[in-house]
């Protein structure tokens, strides 16, 4: 993906498709960034709480330093990172080489419940932005 310019259409299928495949699930805030960290999408009640600004420019820091860290070790990247809560959990996906997922659920929701939707869904974002350069 080269630089990103969004339409009105594409960000309001993309949020769509993200309250089907993980708000509809249960998880409580989800975030599309950029790898600079600028939010391109939120969704969910609970990303009205939480200062998502700062969320999203520590989460591209966070994947900086890990692709690094990934990299000492002989690895190209990471394409994940997962912490665990007492009460909320984080899932952080690459998708692509520009954006960031990043998905905040408690324990009623099971980790392989998101993983596998957030599998379907980045295919899906993937394809969304692919179109919209293309001009499609």
Do not use: W, Y
Request: hydrophobic fraction near 45%; glycine fraction near 8%.
């Amino acid at each position: 993906m080269g630089d990103l310019i969004l339409n009105t259409p594409i960000l309001e299928q993309t949020k769509s498709e993200i309250d089907s495949a993980l708000i509809d699930a249960g998880v409580t805030a989800v975030l599309l960034i950029d790898s600079a960290g600028n939010i391109i999408a939120s969704c969910g009640d609970r990303s009205q709480e939480i200062d998502t600004t700062a969320l999203a420019a520590l989460a591209a820091a966070n994947f900086g330093a890990t692709s690094q860290i990934a990299k000492l070790i002989g690895e190209e990247d990471f394409s994940l990172l997962f912490h665990k809560g007492k009460k909320e959990n984080i899932h952080f996906a690459r998708i692509g080489n520009d954006l960031i997922l990043i998905t905040i659920f408690n324990d009623e929701v099971s980790l392989g419940l998101v993983r596998l939707r957030i599998s379907q869904l980045s295919e899906t974002i993937k394809k969304l932005f692919e179109e919209k350069e293309s001009g499609s």
